[in-house]
């Protein structure tokens, strides 16, 4: 039988499969496979002895008259529904003894559930041998190519279906190549399947339009995009969601505009609209509560409140506004919440340094029956590093192995580095990366980095800052830490040597700013700044303020001004940060019963920390500072972190 397969087709994809066969009809082997398939029972009728022993008791059995018409729903569905390579190759396999493996668009289907097992070539090798391929075939083909990103083989099948084979491409043609010019960017590629679209006269056709828009948006040509938007006749829910996810990329503002007129446009946002402004929002430098409760407002009235997913991207979003309670809220109203909804929500905990409650939380989630994931048990000691919670840290990530079998990823080995540094067990931090499974990342080493900063470790720091610069030399940031740990220690030379080694490698410290919304505009501050046009009333109320602290008893803690000068020029400087200035700001715009709410873009200094505990007492005013690492809440003389940050 073997022979006669062979000698059937020179093919040399047919006599690769020899072996399979051998495989797939021999009672001995296939008994070890343990698979108890139905439908490879029916596939090979006349070794249907081999399966009688495992297949279950229930299973269909076909009558004796054989032909491959009578399983081809069969065939469809057990592709479909195949859970491994393997069951794709005894499929081909008893096509291919049938003789008609190119039987109806079977082929196309093999073709798709290969690729979908990641056997790309061998897809492609079946689709090159198919005799007769039609153009539901050719489109198969691209689509596979181009869901891989493989723009080039994408456009070479294009081509020869094209100019080869004399096939004229139909709009799910262009639709199935767009996206491998939208995933890699490639504004030529997605330029010239454009001119095919004009030129086949599909320029009206919404989906395909759809796609241009979306490949244009993708390419960062949102001119081409909007004018395509613009001449479009009639505009679909995706048309709209394409145009708010194009814009939005260029600022929360833009994408907000193509919304409300979306609206007004009489078109009903879904999910995907939702869930795009509230992801911009995240990753704006500052996101306002103001901007939040918008959203907020526009999410109820579609009646997409209870919707798992929006609701979760604005558990996030709320909690990034400093509104962790309106995060609990939306939490709260969800009838039920899944992994990635508790998730983000203990996420929010951790980021607030409410790190009691994201263990009760945490605990509250098991009990609901709900399993953690990696991402869950990160968060969860992320949020045990910012509130000192040693024992519970190790406990949990011991837990994480033993009981839920997640292995520790990069990220819990940094949370845990972090954890134990926090706390000055830095030795035992070194231990545990010394013990990893596998190389450190910059985030370890640099997790190491900060907490020598913090305890004045300066050889161990030192040792850790040459790993960083190894791993990341291009990084300014280990760099001035180290040099910062110098001067801190009095150390000018040795500082003076980093920072001489940061300019001959052409690195720059990013400058410290704090932001504050007012007036439905962002208030961007800098040390020292006089640019903005209440500067003069900012620094008569910091002035103000610095004399009224002192007479409290409030002393600068001129330290964290790391620079070789006299103590006076040094209390100047430190009395002129942005986080400062800010408050400052604030205390002259903001109402009482509004809490200040400053975004600083580097960790803010100890200094300025005391200090905002100090004016939260003075001004009975609660100040909100979010920092790179976390937030402060300020409230009559005390910190959410409890000086533990």
Not at 30 to 58: A, Q
Not at 469 to 487: A, G, Q
Not at 624 to 632: A, E, G, L, T, V
Request: proline share 3%; net charge neutral; with cysteine.
């Amino acid at each position: 039988m073997m022979k006669s397969i062979a000698s059937s087709s020179s093919s040399h994809l047919y006599s690769s499969l020899d072996s399979l066969l051998y495989f797939c009809l021999k009672p001995k082997i296939c008994k070890c496979t343990h698979r108890k398939s139905p439908f490879l029972y029916n596939l090979i009728p006349n070794e249907r002895s081999i399966y009688t022993d495992i297949l279950p008791p229930h299973s269909p059995r076909i009558s004796a008259e054989f032909t491959l018409n009578s399983v081809v729903p069969q065939l469809l569905s057990a592709l479909k529904s195949s859970s491994s390579v393997f069951d794709c190759q005894v499929i081909h396999a008893q096509l291919i003894q049938s003789g008609k493996y190119n039987f109806g668009f079977i082929g196309d289907q093999l073709v798709a559930a290969y690729a979908k097992f990641d056997r790309v070539v061998d897809a492609r090798n079946l689709f090159d041998e198919m005799p007769n391929k039609d153009l539901v075939s050719w489109n198969s083909m691209i689509s596979v190519l181009s869901r891989r990103g493989d723009l080039s083989e994408s456009l070479d099948v294009f081509r020869r279906m094209r100019w080869e084979m004399g096939i004229k491409p139909n709009e799910v043609t262009l639709i199935s190549v767009l996206p491998a010019c939208s995933d890699m960017q490639a504004l030529d590629g997605g330029r010239y399947i454009h001119g095919y679209t004009v030129k086949l006269g599909f320029e009206s056709e919404v989906k395909v339009v759809n796609s241009l828009i979306n490949m244009y948006g993708k390419c960062g040509a949102v001119d081409a995009a909007y004018r395509l938007f613009d001449a479009m006749p009639t505009r679909n829910l995706v048309s709209w969601n394409s145009m708010v996810a194009i814009c939005s990329q260029y600022g929360f503002d833009e994408g907000l505009e193509i919304f409300n007129l979306m609206r007004r446009a009489g078109i009903v946002p879904d999910r995907a609209t939702m869930v795009t402004l509230l992801h911009v929002s995240t990753d704006l430098v500052t996101v306002t509560g103001k901007q939040a409760k918008s959203i907020h407002g526009c999410i109820v009235s579609c009646g997409l409140n209870l919707d798992v997913t929006v609701a979760t991207a604005l558990i996030t979003v709320y909690a990034k506004s400093g509104s962790l309670g309106s995060s609990h809220e939306v939490f709260c109203e969800l009838n039920n919440p899944d992994r990635i909804a508790w998730t983000a929500m203990l996420a929010g905990y951790a980021k607030h340094g409410h790190g009691r409650d994201a263990v009760d939380f945490f605990h509250l989630m098991i009990k609901e029956g709900e399993e953690p994931d990696h991402v869950t048990f990160t968060h969860l000691l992320n949020a045990c590093s910012h509130s000192g919670l040693v024992n519970e840290g190790k406990t949990y990530f011991e837990v994480m192995s033993k009981v839920y079998g997640i292995e520790p990823r990069m990220d819990h080995y940094s949370c845990m580095v972090d954890l134990l540094g926090r706390s000055g067990h830095l030795e035992e931090a070194y231990e545990l990366i010394e013990r990893m499974p596998f190389k450190p990342n910059a985030a370890v080493w640099g997790a190491l980095l900060g907490a020598c900063r913090v305890h004045h470790k300066i050889e161990l720091g030192k040792e850790v800052a040459e790993k960083l610069f190894s791993l990341e030399p291009l990084d300014p940031r280990n760099y001035i830490i180290l040099s910062n740990m110098y001067s801190a220690s009095g150390l000018w030379t040795e500082a003076s040597k980093v920072r001489i080694l940061m300019k001959q490698r052409g690195l720059r410290k990013n400058s410290g700013c704090s932001f504050i919304e007012h007036g439905n505009k962002i208030h961007r501050f800098a040390a020292g700044d006089w640019s903005h046009p209440e500067s003069d009333r900012i620094y008569k109320k910091l002035e103000e303020l610095v004399g009224r602290m002192r007479e409290a008893g409030f002393v600068s803690q001129t330290g964290f001004v790391l620079h070789d000068v006299d103590e006076e020029v040094k209390e100047d400087m430190i009395n002129q940060h942005s986080e400062k200035l800010a408050i400052a700001f604030g205390l002259l715009v903001m109402g009482t019963g509004r809490p200040i709410m400053i975004t600083k873009n580097l960790r803010i200094c100890g200094d300025c920390h005391s200090a905002a505990k100090f004016i939260s007492f003075m001004e009975k005013h609660s100040i909100i500072i979010r920092d790179s690492k976390r937030f402060h809440h300020f409230a009559d003389g005390f910190c959410s972190c409890g000086d533990y940050w």
